[in-house]
């Protein structure tokens, strides 16, 4: 039973090792970023454009939003 258990806390700790070294450190980028990046990338490569995002809309105040 000893045995049992130790393969199953260790093959436990491996996929929460594994699941935990997923991922970006640095903080997600909007929409709008992203597609200025894709720009950016694209003319850096010699790669047809794509079109030139939209700036995002100023996010205007709800009164519930101090409740989130």
Same mark, same amino acid.
């Given at each position: ?5 130790? $393969?199953? +806390?260790?093959?436990?700790? !491996?996929?929460? %090792?594994?699941?935990? =070294? ?5 903080? $997600?980028? +909007?929409?709008?970023?992203? !597609?200025?990046? %894709?720009?950016?990338? =694209? ?26």
């Amino acid at each position: 039973m000893t045995g049992s258990r130790i $393969l199953v +806390t260790l093959t436990l700790l !491996a996929a929460l %090792a594994s699941v935990t =070294a997923c991922g970006r450190k640095a903080g $997600l980028d +909007t929409p709008y970023e992203a !597609a200025v990046q %894709a720009r950016k990338d =694209a003319e850096k490569a010699h790669q047809p454009v794509p079109p030139e995002p939209d700036k995002p809309v100023v996010d205007k105040k709800f009164i519930l939003d101090p409740l989130i």
